[in-house]
């Protein structure tokens, strides 16, 4: 489980989130100014495929998000359709983590399904996607 006090070298999960955003909606890539076997403070390989340690309370918290209604706070008159995607998105994200993580409970296994569900829902507008945001920070949490 991840301390909600993280050291100042990582990257918090909105982030992360807006760090994987900026290069789906732009279709580029974010520069670097040398190759990545140059990089200064690029952070060591076990650091990218750490593995978690996983709790059966984790996967049924996971589980219990699962069943709940999601994104009813979305802003707007009509957002039935939005909430119904958005939630069919998390729900995916949120079966593959529990039948996927305990056999592999690796950082970038998940940020991996994180990338698949961002991936989904990167044409929703702004506030959407920071409701989105939300949900996988508080899965990031558990």
């Not at 301390?3 to 070298?9: E, G, L, N």
Request: charged share 25%; hydrophobic share 35%; net charge negative.
């Amino acid at each position: 489980m991840r301390s909600r006090k993280a050291p100042i070298t990582d990257l918090s999960l909105n982030a992360l989130v807006g760090l994987l955003f900026v290069p789906l909606l732009t279709g580029c890539s974010i520069p670097y100014s040398e190759p990545p076997s140059q990089r200064v403070n690029e952070a060591p390989s076990s650091r990218k495929n750490e593995m978690l340690i996983i709790h059966e309370n984790q996967i049924a918290q996971l589980r219990e998000l699962r069943n709940r209604e999601k994104f009813g706070d979305l802003p707007g008159t009509d957002t039935s359709e939005e909430m119904k995607r958005l939630s069919e998105v998390l729900d995916s994200l949120l079966d593959r983590l529990v039948s996927g993580i305990p056999e592999n409970p690796s950082k970038a296994w998940v940020m991996g399904q994180f990338k698949l569900s961002l991936e989904s829902v990167q044409m929703e507008d702004t506030e959407a996607r920071e409701h989105f945001a939300d949900y996988l920070e508080q899965i990031w949490i558990y």
